[in-house]
């Protein structure tokens, strides 16, 4: 076949090229527009402290995914705000992270994404199963220990149970006088579902614990896979500490207590204070929150009990915000958490700007919740929780003593111990075999967790695991596309550009994977996270003299940006940002360092090995200065965050 | 014969030259720097539980103080999608469905999630992503809304959102 005449000529020729430009650039916007979306390959650069040679994490938007090796000896995937994980790493953390944008489709996006979201639950719920199992191991305990106690007539100690702690005292003891609020709710429940309601509920709770016939669980630890769901039936101690909890939360409501002292917030300060305004708006929610409660006392959930206490709690502080004209928040930290611990002259310094930063989102809050509109339990969850975090602030600053760390999921969960517990009529042979049996079954599970999750230098790791899901994300997807032959490497290569196998070379290395993702993948933009002290240097040489910025900064003693974490080593010189003096910076970084081990050794009967555990992390951070490798950056104590 | 002249005829019997040396320290600055990266990332990726820094106690604290109304919201709609796609995918009964909806509630605030609209939107995505039969879906609609004319129009609207 041979070309058309018009095509020979020069005109031809010409609308033939033009043609075929557009065809490539339309075919390549084509493409552009097909790959709109960008997933973000993070490597954290090394540091000493967490992850001290490094780190990776994946990013879809606002939502950052990580490994992190749990106390354990578990790689957990943790999912965090992206701004959150960028404060945590690169401003206290002091590093550098390093970005590479990995052009994909937004159906791509969306099943990467979702893949990373869906291993989080998956995890965490396999987590809870064995964390269930564990606790079936300690009620057989107890409840063998109360068998034997009731035929010696002694008491074994009691259960602590949550959301008791602002309504009971541990032990046995009565509750104090009652709350107008829960008088109220009480009095709704009977007129909603009879007078005999809740005193009939509080019977058939009580016979429900004596009757109930309690059998150690087996869940099929077999089956646990990355991609399943735990199937699992509830666990001997969820049936019963639903049980107890439900009977209580009757009991709570048919004795309407008011709060203990001691376990919630009451502010002086202006914060806290609320006008006629928002307390309108606080008795609308106290009346929502009533009405959900008396159709939570019906629910068919067998956990209605702790909600409902908690709910309870809840209502008794509102009514308290009401009738003081300031808001008056349930104490979230857990009881273990005592602020007894003195804090060291230095950290204490940062706690006004610690307080105020956190007071400015104190306020933010405050706004959000009360502008009107819809407001739900997770609303008043939020201003919970940083109100929380402000008191305790202001409590740290008068006492000088260290801060406490919130619980990571804080809610009103304040235990009390109970003693005398109503048990289940088993006598000392069941249950010694039901103990027997969960025991076995807590260890068969702890053994597929192991199998599935223990942390591998080499073959899992913060690197390896991102990979993994990603692979077997595109593995499924390419066995249930009905195209056979079709693999992951297939899928990943069409939709991401290229395939990478961490198990290979040393791949499972960060900095090392970092590189490879850049050269196998469609990466089409770095970006670079300064540290803290990179970002602080550049600001500074913007305006000063770049020598004296030089000479100011590069030594722990003069920095005006570094303010040194706890767990940092000692060091004289930062050597991140210097390469020909890195081992001048790192021979008198290794002095110091032994300087500090000598001091730790003396002073070792009195202060432990705390020092000299120091000093020899710094003798070890200084040894790579002195062949030009930098690890060490120093971090922080505290950062405020980017608004 | 001199010993003396015999020993600086000898050579060294080790084989050790300079070149042979400087390879030999090379081969282990790298190993050690190698070393000091794997340990790195073996000791760390670790939870924090050893960080005594002022910050842990609020770290990330602030980020969720100032995420909005909306965007928990959405968040807390987006995991119980994903918990509704996995449990259904895994086969498990209806009735132990509601056991998992309390963990993911509470990582938003929210114990009582039976009240809250979102959890039945984020449901009936859920069931719509899962791709199960819809006699499964009738089934989990009536054990989730009890009757409830709000959490069926709510699942429905999620099931509606993503089919």
Known sequence: MTAPAWLKTKAGIRIACCLTVWLICWGNAGQALANSHLIGYLYVEANEGDSSGGHAAIRFGKQTFHFQHDNYGKIRIRSIDSAAFE????????????????????????????????????????????????????????????????????????????????????????????????????????????????????????????????????????????????????????????????????????????????????????????????????????????????????????????????????????????????????????????????????GSGYLPDMKNETEQAFLFRRDDFFKGGQIDESDYSALERVGNQLAELERALTSGSRPRRLPEIPLPYRTARRDYLSVPNLNEADLEKELAAARAAEKDYAGALSRLYSYDLFRRNCVTEIFTCINSTLERLASGGGKRDRTARDESLQRLGGYMDASRGFTFVPFVSAAAVDACYSVTARQEHPSHRAAKLAEMKKRESPLWVFLRESNTITSTIYRPAPGDSPFLFFTDDTILLRPLFGAFNLLAGVGKSLLGLAAMPLEGTKQLQLGVKGILFSLPELVFVNLRKGSMEYVAEKQ | MDMKSDSRRIKPTTGDTPLIRSRRTLYLTGSAMLMFSLLGCAAGSSISESSNSISTSFESSSKSSTSSSEERKEAYRGDVRHYTEVYTRSGSDVAGFARGLSSIGEKYGTTNWEADHTTYIGIGEGLAKAGIPQNQVDAYMTHLAQGDPLKIAAIQEGLGRLR
């Open chain 1, 87 to 346: 404060h945590s790493y690169a401003l206290l953390g002091n590093r550098t992270i390093h970005e590479s944008s990995i052009a994909v489709s937004e159906e791509t996006y969306r099943l990467l994404q979702d893949a990373f979201s869906q291993f989080v639950i998956i995890q965490e719920a396999q987590l809870e199963t064995h964390e269930t199992l564990r606790r079936d191991v300690e009620l057989f305990e107890y409840l063998l220990a109360q068998a034997r106690n009731r035929s010696s007539d002694t008491a074994a100690a009691g259960l602590n149970l949550k959301g008791l702690g602002y309504f009971l005292p541990d032990g046995s003891a009565s509750p104090p006088s009652p709350s107008p609020a829960l008088i109220q709710l009480r009095q709704q429940v009977s007129a909603a579902y009879g007078e005999n309601f809740i005193a009939e509920r509080i019977e058939q709770s009580r016979a429900a614990l004596r009757e109930m016939n309690l059998r150690a669980s087996e869940p099929p630890a077999a089956e646990i896979t990355r991609d399943a769901y735990p199937r699992f039936a509830a666990s001997a101690s969820t049936h019963y500490e639903n049980a107890l909890l439900a009977r209580y939360a009757l009991e709570i409501l048919h004795n309407a207590p008011a709060l203990r002292p001691g376990t919630f917030w009451a502010p002086e300060s202006d914060s806290f204070r609320i006008d006629a305004r928002e307390q309108l708006v606080l008795a609308d929610f106290a009346l929502q929150l009533q009405n959900d409660l008396l159709r939570l006392v019906r629910s068919s959930r067998s956990d209605w009990g702790l909600p409902f206490i908690a709910g309870m709690a809840r209502l008794a502080a509102l009514e308290a915000s009401l009738s003081s004209g300031r808001l008056v928040l349930l104490d979230t930290f857990p009881d273990s958490a005592q602020p007894d611990e003195h804090l060291a002259v230095a």
